[in-house]
């Protein structure tokens, strides 16, 4: 990865942690950052403030793993966002990731045993690699959509607005969650270009996705409010919910309803 992807990150991370939470009062002079200084980080780091700086104007060697984890706990990063930053420093086990990733066996057990549950599995670019029947029958028959297509990510640019949009008051939440999902894949697959060109499109249409991308949002968004617009149940409000097997890199998708619905009536009707 990029030196300056390493040095955004650490940098807005900085920027993001207010004083009163890293445990520093507000000194007599007004502060002009808006989150803590360089020195204040470089010192809860215990690394050279010249090495912080160096760091966050991309000029400085990539950290080791002891300075990584001191970085992280400086800046309170999640489990998230330490994988995130120590992906960004080139700290990921060589052929830890393959380019086509095998879908572990109870992912495809827990989607069969489904039933009327709308269900898909993606991988870490978000291609959607098995579906449910129940799945086609409310989104689309993925077997007609090319594989180059069929990824969720894109899909939803797609068919937004006419068969599935976000709920009222939800209208960021997926596409932060697919930033924070992309985040992830790119650090996994850097020389990916058909990733890099879907990251381009979906940014140039959806600001929520491009300010989740800008933002270095890593933080998992696991539930999202849906609206369909099916074409034979008409209008469904469902919950899109993500269940992540780990160590796998594939994430299981379902569309539920609120029991007793006409949604959830709707669903046992697919």
């Not at 879908?103 to 690699?129: F, H, K, M």
Request: proline share 6%; net charge neutral.
């Amino acid at each position: 990865m990029s030196g300056l992807e390493l040095a955004d990150f650490l940098r807005r991370r900085r920027e993001n942690l207010r004083p009163e939470a890293a445990g520093r009062a507000h000194g007599p002079r007004a502060r002009r950052t808006p989150g803590l200084r360089r020195e204040e980080v470089a010192a809860r780091a215990q690394v050279s403030v010249s090495y912080y700086e160096r760091l966050e104007q991309a000029r400085a060697s990539r950290p080791s793993p002891q300075v990584l984890d001191a970085l992280a706990k400086a800046l309170q990063l999640t489990g998230a966002e330490r994988e995130h930053l120590a992906g960004l420093a080139g700290q990921i086990l060589p052929g830890a990731h393959r380019e086509h990733e095998r879908i572990p066996d109870e992912a495809r057990a827990l989607l069969d045993r489904l039933g009327t549950i709308p269900a898909y599995i993606v991988d870490s670019r978000q291609d959607i690699v098995a579906w449910n029947r129940a799945a086609a029958a409310l989104i689309t028959d993925f077997d007609l959509v090319a594989p180059a297509e069929r990824n969720a990510v894109r899909l939803a640019l797609r068919l937004a607005g006419t068969l599935c949009d976000a709920a009222p008051a939800t209208e960021a939440t997926f596409a932060r969650q697919s930033a924070s999902q992309l985040r992830t894949a790119v650090v996994k697959h850097p020389a990916d270009r058909a990733l890099a060109e879907l990251i381009n499109e979906f940014a140039a249409h959806d600001a929520d996705f491009a300010a989740g991308w800008r933002d270095h949002d890593v933080r998992p968004i696991p539930a999202v409010r849906k609206r369909v617009n099916h074409p034979v149940l008409g209008e469904l409000e469902l919950d899109r919910t993500t269940l992540l097997f780990p160590g796998a890199g594939h994430t299981l998708v379902m569309y539920t309803a609120e029991p007793g619905s006409p949604s959830a009536a709707a669903l046992e009707r697919l």
